[in-house]
């Protein structure tokens, strides 16, 4: 991306950006899975080189969580893994979207899934909680063909035509995609309707948050959707997918995430937030090379507290 902004101007690279996303959906769609993963797999190779910000960055962050433990070779191994499997992911994330049931469930096992059959018949909704772990996207899609309905609420992208290839990727028969500007008094009404909430929790953005444990470092991590759950008295459930043997994914489902309520609710707020970060943190450290450590994860760094000598 660094060379793509010395050689083109700025609306260039946003219409080739846009270009390669439009393409990347209609090819996703229209290859045979086999093909597709080997192609998309090759193309995450390639810019693990093309992309030194995103491959310095991702060596950054494993040097940081697994710096102690692995050797330099292993953690540019696992960089350049990671690249290749955002790429096959990337590819079922369209294609599968687009395919019949049969060969739909042949690319996934699961979890026992009767904690969501119970959640489901309270019929007063769920938050469901997951992170940018192997094919994440797929996610609701599953738990919709599964009789699950849900609604994901994103921000827009401020390149249009990625913001309708993600639109498209993220909605589908049982799925509502709603912008996080639009009314959320819209995402209350979904939920008390008995749909499920999908959020993801795991980057560093520009968003109500907390900072709590994250693979053993202070991280700031987003907690509108937890904090909504709490307020409704909703369930929190983590639910994240990794690839596994044979090309199938595979959907982890934990139980309920309990939480009390006391007379300090940032606490409680807190509390299950730290839960939720070691349940998605110890998926991450079993699938390392599926996570997106691209991202600037510990980017804002928490308060210094004041100290008064006495």
Known sequence: MGLLKKIFPRKFRHFLLGLLAKSGFATGKMLPRSIGLALFSAAGAVCY????????????????????????????????????SLGKNLFDAVHLKTVR????????????LSCIAEVKKEGKGAVFITAHLGCFEMLLHYFARS???GVIVGRAFKNTAIDEVVRKMRSGPGIEYIDR????RKIVR?????????????????????????????????????RFAMKFGMPVIVSVTARTEGGKHHVFVSDRVTYVKTDD???????????????IGGYIRKYPEQWVWMHDRWKTKPPVKDTVDK
Not at 57 to 76: A, H, M, P, Y
Not at 181 to 184: F, G, H, K, L
Not at 193 to 221: C, R, S
């Open 49 to 84: 080189y093309l992309l030194p910000k995103d491959r310095k960055q991702t060596i950054r962050n494993l040097k940081i969580v697994f710096g102690e433990e692995w050797s330099d070779k292993k953690i540019r191994a696992t960089a350049k893994a990671v690249f290749v």
């Open 101 to 112: 049931a049969k060969k739909f469930y042949q690319a996934f096992t699961h979890d026992d």
């Open 147 to 149: 009789g699950f309905d």
């Open 181 to 184: 500007s639009e009314d959320p």
């Open 190 to 226: 979904r939920l008390r309707e008995g749909k499920m909430m999908g959020a993801l929790i795991d980057q560093d953005t520009n968003v109500e948050g907390v900072f709590a444990d994250f693979l053993g470092y202070p991280a700031f991590t987003p907690s509108s959707a937890v």
């Open 265 to 279: 609710f940032e606490a409680d707020l807190l509390s299950v937030i730290q839960k939720i970060n070691g349940i």
